[in-house]
């Protein structure tokens, strides 16, 4: 990749993929709305170009970028957070809003366009990891709309002869994860010495940090395989009590409150990533433990407190 657009830019995900791409000395179109506020997240270099533009007018992009592009990244997505699932009718505007970005990558001279699926595409199901391949069996408005938005694409690409991927990302956490979340709300609770409560926690997981999507996300774009889907995650589970204990570990937080409330009705009990043809088809495999995640996104967390850059770790700090 010589020369990209990202929309979605400054969410957790969007952000990682252009940290990435810095140190490849790509060249990238960061799509913001820049009443948004957000902008700073991202850094400043000559390599790095801020484009003004909402969801509802993705089709003026190519208009707004003078250049020709060869991938398109489709990040953004509306009406996500502890809402997402509140109104099928606004879930369900994200399908255009794909389709549209299919249109803009078209037009801009891309060859390979990349979306952003959810692991809730499958639904809830009781699998030792879940695949690519897995049934799809969505029960949301949030997860129907994922769905529908890769299959659309991936349609459309073929008929205006462009390339077409469509990662499904499971459970990431780390820097500028929405506040709403377990890690990212518990990490907040318990550094401010706040008493946390959470369900008996025995579902497995699979935790991936910020980063390491970022990365699984550039190898997707230099890579992947034309139609594939790859499920984007760390590939390995654990106890969810696990991961708080360790959080609660690093924050030196007393009581986490394991087991102070039940578990929400349809609770997904086994959540886990086959990772296998990603690292096939890209070589992807995760940098960061789930300790050295947190412990950037405590560094991270503190730094936000005090007005400073919140500059991660280094490798050898972690």
């Not at 037009?107 to 897995?134: H, N, T």
């Not at 690409?157 to 990212?184: D, H, N």
């Not at 789930?290 to 996104?297: A, K, L, Y």
Request: aromatic fraction near 8%.
């Amino acid at each position: 990749m010589k020369r990209i657009v990202v929309t979605g830019a400054t969410s957790m995900i969007g952000g990682a993929l252009i940290e990435e791409c810095m140190k490849h000395d790509t060249e990238v179109y960061a799509v913001v709305r820049a009443s948004s506020g957000k902008q700073s997240r991202l850094p400043s270099c000559p390599k790095l170009h801020l484009v003004d533009c909402d969801l509802e007018n993705l089709h003026c992009l190519p208009e707004k970028i003078p250049e020709k592009c060869d991938t398109f990244y489709h990040i953004a997505w509306g009406n996500t957070g502890e809402s997402r699932n509140k109104s099928t009718e606004l879930q369900s505007r994200n399908i255009f809003y794909t389709l549209q970005a299919v249109r803009a990558a078209e037009a801009l001279g891309c060859g390979r366009f990349i979306g952003a699926g959810s692991q809730a595409e499958y639904g809830p199901m009781d699998v030792d990891k879940i695949s690519p391949d897995s049934p799809v069996n969505p029960t949301t408005p949030y997860g129907a709309s994922k769905l529908a938005a890769g299959q659309l694409a991936r349609m459309l690409c073929r008929e205006l002869g462009m390339e077409c991927i469509w990662p499904r990302i499971f459970s990431v956490y780390g820097i500028y994860e929405k506040e709403t979340t377990m890690i990212a709300s518990g990490l907040r609770r318990m550094l401010a010495g706040e008493s946390t409560e959470f369900t008996p926690a025995m579902q497995r997981w699979d935790y991936l940090y910020s980063k390491d999507a970022g990365r699984a996300y550039y190898l997707i774009g230099e890579k992947g395989r034309n139609g594939a889907v790859y499920c984007v995650g760390s590939g390995q589970a654990r106890p969810l009590k696990e991961y708080i204990e360790e959080m609660a570990r690093l924050t030196n937080a007393k009581e986490p409150g394991i087991g102070a409330k039940p578990y929400p009705p349809g609770a997904v009990m086994n959540l886990c990533a086959d990772t296998e043809s990603l690292t096939e088809d890209t070589g992807f495999v995760p940098e960061y433990t789930f300790e050295q995640g947190i412990r950037e996104t405590i560094a991270w967390l503190k730094a936000q407190e005090t007005g400073q850059s919140g500059k991660a770790l280094t490798q050898k700090e972690r």
